[in-house]
C-alpha cells in the first residue's frame, strides 16, 4: 500500500471549511483512498473513500487530484466535535492497513 | 447495540500475567483485525483473520495469540505481558471482499492495557 504524507496539526475556524491535504505520490492504479478519524479516546471512525473521482457523503467531500497523487478532505461546516486526528491511507485488498499519524485538526470556536 | 464491541475496555496487570481481550461483531462481516496503538498514537495492524482463517500475521511476538472461534468473535491472548505491551488495542472489522466498500473498517471502542 502506497505512504501517505500528511501535516502534523492544522487549525479552523468553527464554521469554516476544513481543508484537509494527503500527498500519496506512490499511489497505485488499483488502490484506492480512505480517509477515517480519530476523536480522542475513541476507535477510529470512517469518513469517506475513493479512486479517482470526487466523492461527497453526509459527512464530507473528497477531492482527488487528477494524476491522483493527492487529495483533499474537506469538511464543509467545521464544528467543535470534528475536533480529532484525520488519517489518510490508500489501499487495495483488506490486506496490512497502516495509519500513519495522520493530521491532528483542531476546531477553534 | 454496539457494532463491534471489545471488553475489556481497561486492563491494569502486572509483568509476567496472561490476560486476554475480547472482540464481537454484529454486523456480518467476514473479515476481524486486531490493531495497537501505542504512546506515539502509530495504529498498527496485528493480525488479520477471514472466515476464521488467519490472513495477515505482522511481526508480533508469539506472545500474541489470536483466536477466531467464528466470524464474529476475534480475541487476542498476550502470555508473559511486558512494558512495552501497554498500548490501546482495537478491534476491527469488514466485509473483507467485494470492492472498495468491502474494505472500510468500522473499529471498536478500544481497550486500554497497563502493564505495571
Known amino acids: 500500500d502506497a505512504k501517505t504524507t500528511q501535516p502534523t496539526s492544522m487549525d479552523c475556524a468553527e464554521g469554516r471549511a476544513a481543508n484537509l491535504p494527503c500527498n500519496h505520490s506512490?499511489?497505485?492504479?488499483?488502490?484506492?483512498v480512505y480517509w477515517y478519524r480519530q476523536i480522542h479516546s475513541q476507535g477510529p471512525q470512517y469518513i469517506i473513500h475513493g479512486l479517482k473521482n470526487n466523492e461527497t457523503n453526509e459527512m464530507a467531500s473528497l477531492i482527488i487530484t487528477e494524476d491522483r497523487k493527492s487529495s483533499t478532505l474537506i469538511l464543509p461546516h467545521a464544528t467543535l466535535r470534528d475536533t480529532a486526528v484525520y488519517y489518510c491511507?490508500?489501499?487495495?485488498?483488506?490486506?496490512?492497513?497502516?495509519f500513519g499519524t495522520g493530521t491532528k485538526l483542531q476546531v477553534i470556536p | 447495540d454496539t457494532a463491534v464491541s471489545q471488553t475489556p475496555k481497561y486492563l491494569v496487570t502486572q509483568m509476567g500475567n496472561d490476560k486476554s481481550i475480547k472482540c464481537e461483531q454484529n454486523l456480518g462481516h467476514d473479515t476481524m483485525y486486531w490493531y495497537k496503538q501505542d504512546s506515539k498514537k502509530f495504529l498498527k495492524i496485528m493480525f488479520s483473520?477471514?472466515?476464521?482463517?488467519?490472513?495477515i500475521n505482522e511481526t508480533v511476538p508469539n506472545r500474541f495469540s489470536p483466536k477466531s472461534p467464528d466470524k464474529a468473535h476475534l480475541n487476542l491472548h498476550i502470555n508473559s505481558l511486558e512494558l512495552g505491551d501497554s498500548a490501546v488495542y482495537f478491534c476491527?472489522?469488514?466485509?473483507?471482499?467485494?470492492?472498495?466498500?468491502?474494505?472500510?473498517?468500522?473499529f471498536g471502542a478500544g481497550s486500554r492495557l497497563t502493564v505495571l
Open positions: 476491527a472489522s469488514s466485509y473483507g471482499t467485494g470492492g472498495a466498500g468491502a474494505n472500510v473498517l468500522t
Open positions: 483473520y477471514n472466515n476464521k482463517e488467519l490472513i
Open positions: 491511507i490508500c489501499q487495495k485488498g483488506y490486506q496490512k492497513v497502516t
Open positions: 506512490t499511489i497505485s492504479g488499483n488502490e484506492y
